[in-house]
């Protein structure tokens, strides 16, 4: 019943003229960026945090969402018709999507890609509803040293999770810790890594190091590449599948939503591993393997759907516990700090609005996509033409004009051309910059709690080992931290990224 209770007053607030309007923007911009190769929704969320300050906090991180699980769907578009993966979430869905396109048979994979997103979209929703309040009553048992065990182990399992090394992604949680060391101390008042330049007395400011990193890095990256866009010439076709492609999808559907979801809330790449899992599952389960990459129906429906849950049940350790678990969720627990709201147990008892509202908008979300998504299709395969040399000089000017509105310092401007740079560099040297940013700003809370929890132990690090719940999470994040450098899962961890 409380549930109920909850999810009308979710909705009354998702459905005030203001929010619904957010929301819809939200949802448009993130199909925009989603179907245009080359500007991430980590990106785009980065340029146009600035935006939202003047607007109140439930409106802009409604907005926010939009555009994350919108770009999810938009992706979706680029991968059939393109073959290009709009998102990294998309990219199983070129191998059939797209040859399903060639075929004439476009419509039916849009269809069936938008039809899977939505019903995931909506059992997410009523997953993170039903699990966020018990996840809420567990997080007010934990105290500052569970606190910091949690996310030592919400760290340790983005390590894990990342793409590539383990020792790189290791290397890029450290430096995000240590670049949230910059700036004075505010228990000591010492300054910390400023070297005498008065600018990072306060600090590096999140909008500056995330623009830099991921907008402006992203452009750079996107530059070096040849613009070559194959788009379907075929027709595309009825949009709803027939009843016999209907049947042959909802199995898939339900695996896929189940797989995503699970491995949505999981930290690091947990996302984005849902789709990959869902297909190999597809392909293992079907009687003709041989018919994947040939335009299997299946092989568009399980792996869109895993990928939508996945964005949404990402949400949770957000909501709940105040973790992120991926780049994106870091830059929302940006936002909310921004807003001046403290993320975790405490939003759902202080800030009910904010919490049920949000997730009342994902599922008003998720219904504006499908509109967005299947009517529009012309004029999406209209905007996949727009040329990059277009795109790219826009986007930089509204980067620099946005990161100069937060403060007015033209110094803001110049950190985000050099850590744009310097995002470049690691992209170029095989570092993913993502686990930085968690580490940037989980690195705050990370020492807040630390100190919390010794000026609470008179000094003594035992705290953490004492405490039944914070050991057990140190526990596991050391087994999990074994357990990937074992030789033998570090090669099949390996193998699964290569696939």
């Given at each position: 019943?409380?549930?109920?209770?909850?999810?009308?007053?979710?909705?009354?607030?998702?459905?005030?003229?203001?929010?619904?309007?957010?929301?819809?923007?939200?949802?448009?911009?993130?199909?925009?960026?989603?179907?245009?190769?080359?500007?991430?929704?980590?990106?785009?969320?980065?340029?146009?945090?600035?935006?939202?300050?003047?607007?109140?906090?439930?409106?802009?991180?409604?907005?926010?969402?939009?555009?994350?699980?919108?770009?999810?769907?938009?992706?979706?578009?680029?991968?059939?018709?393109?073959?290009?993966?709009?998102?990294?979430?998309s990219v199983v869905t070129t191998l059939d999507g797209h040859q399903?396109?060639?075929?004439?048979?476009?419509?039916?994979?849009?269809?069936?890609?938008?039809?899977?997103?939505?019903?995931?979209?909506?059992?997410?929703?009523?997953?993170?509803?039903?699990?966020?309040?018990?996840?809420?009553?567990?997080?007010?048992?934990?105290?500052?040293?569970?606190?910091?065990?949690?996310?030592?182990?919400?760290?340790?399992?983005?390590?894990?999770?990342?793409?590539?090394?383990?020792?790189?992604?290791?290397?890029?949680?450290?430096?995000?810790?240590?670049?949230?060391?910059?700036?004075?101390?505010?228990?000591?008042?010492?300054?910390?890594?400023?070297?005498?330049?008065?600018?990072?007395?306060?600090?590096?400011?999140?909008?500056?190091?995330?623009?830099?990193?991921?907008?402006?890095?992203?452009?750079?990256?996107?530059?070096?590449?040849?613009?070559?866009?194959?788009?379907?010439?075929?027709?595309?076709?009825?949009?709803?599948?027939?009843?016999?492609?209907?049947?042959?999808?909802?199995?898939?559907?339900?695996?896929?939503?189940?797989?995503?979801?699970?491995?949505?809330?999981?930290?690091?790449?947990?996302?984005?591993?849902?789709?990959?899992?869902?297909?190999?599952?597809?392909?293992?389960?079907?009687?003709?393997?041989?018919?994947?990459?040939?335009?299997?129906?299946?092989?568009?429906?399980?792996?869109?759907?895993?990928?939508?849950?996945?964005?949404?049940?990402?949400?949770?350790?957000?909501?709940?516990?105040?973790?992120?678990?991926?780049?994106?969720?870091?830059?929302?627990?940006?936002?909310?700090?921004?807003?001046?709201?403290?993320?975790?147990?405490?939003?759902?008892?202080?800030?009910?609005?904010?919490?049920?509202?949000?997730?009342?908008?994902?599922?008003?979300?998720?219904?504006?996509?499908?509109?967005?998504?299947?009517?529009?299709?012309?004029?999406?395969?209209?905007?996949?033409?727009?040329?990059?040399?277009?795109?790219?000089?826009?986007?930089?000017?509204?980067?620099?004009?946005?990161?100069?509105?937060?403060?007015?310092?033209?110094v803001d401007v110049a950190f985000t051309a050099m850590f744009g740079?310097?995002?470049?560099?690691?992209?170029?040297?095989?570092?993913?910059?993502?686990?930085?940013?968690?580490?940037?700003?989980?690195?705050?809370?990370?020492?807040?709690?630390?100190?919390?929890?010794?000026?609470?132990?008179?000094?003594?690090?035992?705290?953490?080992?004492?405490?039944?719940?914070?050991?057990?999470?140190?526990?596991?994040?050391?087994?999990?931290?074994?357990?990937?450098?074992?030789?033998?899962?570090?090669?099949?961890?390996?193998?699964?990224?290569?696939?």
């Amino acid at each position: 019943m409380d549930m109920i209770a909850n999810l009308t007053l979710g909705f009354g607030v998702a459905l005030s003229l203001q929010n619904l309007a957010l929301c819809f923007a939200g949802c448009f911009i993130g199909t925009l960026i989603g179907v245009l190769p080359g500007v991430g929704p980590i990106a785009t969320i980065a340029i146009l945090l600035p935006i939202t300050f003047g607007v109140d906090p439930v409106g802009a991180l409604i907005m926010l969402a939009g555009i994350y699980y919108g770009a999810q769907y938009g992706g979706s578009t680029t991968a059939i018709l393109v073959n290009i993966p709009g998102e990294a979430t998309s990219v199983v869905t070129t191998l059939d999507g797209h040859q399903m396109a060639k075929q004439g048979r476009a419509g039916v994979a849009l269809g069936v890609a938008a039809l899977g997103s939505f019903f995931a979209g909506c059992v997410a929703t009523l997953f993170i509803a039903a699990l966020g309040a018990p996840l809420t009553k567990l997080a007010l048992l934990f105290g500052p040293a569970e606190y910091f065990s949690l996310m030592v182990m919400g760290l340790c399992f983005a390590v894990v999770l990342a793409r590539g090394s383990i020792l790189k992604a290791f290397c890029m949680i450290m430096l995000g810790l240590l670049l949230s060391t910059v700036g004075t101390d505010l228990e000591t008042g010492q300054e910390r890594l400023t070297f005498g330049f008065p600018p990072l007395s306060d600090g590096i400011d999140f909008a500056v190091l995330a623009m830099g990193v991921f907008g402006f890095a992203e452009v750079l990256r996107n530059l070096e590449n040849p613009e070559a866009r194959d788009v379907v010439k075929a027709k595309i076709g009825r949009l709803l599948p027939d009843w016999s492609e209907i049947k042959q999808s909802i199995k898939p559907v339900l695996r896929g939503t189940f797989i995503g979801g699970i491995l949505g809330i999981l930290p690091g790449n947990g996302a984005v591993l849902g789709p990959f899992a869902s297909y190999t599952l597809e392909k293992k389960l079907a009687k003709d393997p041989s018919r994947f990459g040939r335009g299997a129906i299946e092989g568009v429906a399980g792996p869109e759907s895993a990928n939508n849950a996945g964005a949404q049940t990402a949400f949770i350790p957000l909501l709940t516990l105040g973790i992120p678990p991926n780049a994106v969720m870091a830059l929302m627990v940006g936002a909310m700090t921004i807003h001046g709201i403290i993320p975790g147990p405490q939003v759902m008892t202080k800030n009910p609005e904010l919490f049920w509202g949000m997730i009342a908008s994902m599922w008003i979300g998720n219904l504006m996509l499908v509109i967005i998504n299947l009517p529009l299709v012309g004029v999406w395969v209209k905007l996949l033409q727009v040329p990059y040399r277009l795109m790219f000089p826009a986007i930089l000017i509204f980067c620099c004009i946005g990161i100069y509105s937060v403060n007015n310092q033209p110094v803001d401007v110049a950190f985000t051309a050099m850590f744009g740079l310097f995002g470049y560099l690691l992209i170029k040297l095989g570092f993913e910059p993502a686990p930085m940013l968690l580490g940037f700003v989980l690195g705050k809370l990370l020492e807040e709690k630390m100190r919390q929890a010794l000026i609470i132990s008179r000094g003594s690090f035992m705290t953490f080992i004492e405490r039944p719940i914070s050991a057990g999470l140190l526990i596991v994040a050391v087994v999990v931290l074994a357990i990937a450098l074992l030789p033998s899962i570090s090669k099949k961890r390996d193998e699964v990224f290569t696939e």
